[in-house]
């Protein structure tokens, strides 16, 4: 902190506007959602940002790639800046671009037909583990180091401040509190007091979409249901109700609920087939505004094949590694370990792992599901679970990350695959540190 404090004592006075606190807008990678970013705006907001300062964009990644980052994504940045102005009373905002998200910000700065005119809306900009050109305006690139060799014989980007994050892998350094410090520190000339702030009361909101080209899933409704320890709904009747009207790319909007930090959740998402989607999350540390319900049509009806089995898919934004012996992550289903070394080798960067019966059988292979598991950032493997309709059992899913904090348990109802799937989503983080 008082190395912090030299560094804003030898910043010239002309140069003190540079440093403003300003509103952030974040920009997710390929095959990703708003989500990515929800632990850093936390961050922070435990850090003195109004809510409503700090912003996630959603946009259709593939769709992106498929158009060279022109047309409806260049529209939505642009909107996304021009309502965080309007917002705060800034004339300019701050932008963190992750991976894919590098590239639509390339463009958005540099190749686009109006860059100049969006180069006068951006004060500073972050640049994490994506691409190597600097975009003209002030910017740090951020490299994980496990993405491969960095400085002038690796990924560099000249003009810009450099910095490599330690033993990281490729989404973990963009939610991380190490990488939070360094773009914080960039923006403001300062070091962070505080990592996450717990609350008590806390308020939840997201939406509700469908995955990953981020369009917003019209016709389904999205019920809170405060649950016990076992996961089981201990209320008759869901705390709150949304109706999704908005379809439109980045629609699906639902919330805010009042909730309780010590309380158990289930975001239930009803189909207008009455298929529901079931979605755990861990008890929250303080409001959490990045909340993203996330159905696949895809990957539901291949995941629900078989009656009378039971599975889920367990998202953590901080990749699952299982052959580093010493730093590997345990993630259990029933005490089963399925982040096994051949399953989540560090280098395939697993993110989403799908615990399911797609073989049909009342085993437990962790044979390798060849669709799922050839997609980027998931994994997928046999694992039988009975099921009942309705639940007639409980299921573990257990966390033992190698950043420590201990083991933590999600229960589950055994909810039946074709009708009723689980989503759980851990933390991206173990311990609130700094």
């Not at 909107?79 to 671009?97: C, E, F, M, N, P």
Request: with cysteine; hydrophobic share 35%; net charge negative.
């Amino acid at each position: 902190m008082a190395a912090g404090a030299l560094m804003m004592a030898v910043v010239p006075a002309a140069y003190a506007s540079t440093y403003e606190r300003r509103p952030v807008l974040f920009v997710h990678g390929v095959e990703s959602a708003g989500s990515n970013f929800a632990s850093q705006e936390m961050r922070f907001e435990s850090n003195g940002y109004p809510h409503g300062w700090v912003e996630a964009l959603d946009y259709n990644s593939l769709g992106a790639a498929a158009q060279n980052y022109n047309g409806e994504v260049e529209e939505q940045i642009e909107a996304a800046i021009a309502a965080l102005k309007q917002r705060t009373g800034k004339s300019q905002v701050d932008v963190v671009g992750h991976s894919e998200g590098t590239k639509v910000m390339y463009h958005y700065l540099a190749e686009s037909p109006k860059a100049a005119e969006h180069r006068e809306s951006v004060a500073a900009y972050v640049n994490i583990d994506g691409q190597e050109k600097n975009p003209g305006v002030r910017t740090l690139a951020v490299w994980a180091e496990r993405s491969g060799p960095t400085g002038p014989e690796g990924r560099h980007m000249e003009g810009a401040e450099n910095v490599t994050m330690p033993d990281m892998t490729h989404v973990q350094s963009a939610t991380s509190s190490q990488t939070f410090v360094q773009i914080f520190k960039f923006f403001r000339n300062r070091l962070p007091k505080h990592d996450i702030v717990p609350q008590k009361s806390v308020q939840l909101a997201g939406k509700a979409l469908e995955f990953p080209q981020n369009t917003g899933l019209a016709g389904d409704t999205v019920e809170v249901w405060p649950v016990n320890f076992n996961g089981e709904r201990a209320t008759k009747t869901p705390i709150a109700s949304f109706s999704i009207t908005d379809g439109s790319e980045a629609g699906g909007a639902w919330g805010p609920v009042s909730a309780k930090s010590s309380q158990r959740y289930e975001f239930a998402l009803v189909k207008p087939d009455l298929k529901t989607l079931h979605i755990y999350l861990e008890p929250f540390a303080r409001s959490d505004y990045d909340i993203r319900l996330l159905g696949s049509i895809p990957i539901e009806e291949e995941t629900g094949k078989f009656p009378g089995s039971s599975g889920a898919v367990m998202i953590r934004y901080k990749e699952y590694w299982g052959n580093e012996p010493g730093q590997n992550d345990e993630l259990l289903v029933n005490g089963l370990e399925v982040c096994t070394p051949s399953l989540c080798p560090w280098q395939k960067k697993v993110n989403a792992y799908f615990a399911f019966n797609w073989e049909g059988k009342e085993e437990s292979t962790l044979n390798e599901e060849p669709a799922l598991s050839h997609l980027p950032f998931i994994q997928a493997a046999q694992v039988y679970i009975p099921a009942s309709e309705p639940p007639n059992a409980i299921v573990s899913y257990q966390l033992n990350s190698r950043g420590g904090g201990g083991v933590r348990t999600l229960n589950i109802p055994n909810w039946d695959g074709p009708t009723n799937q689980v989503q759980i989503f851990w933390n991206d983080f173990e311990s609130l540190n700094f």
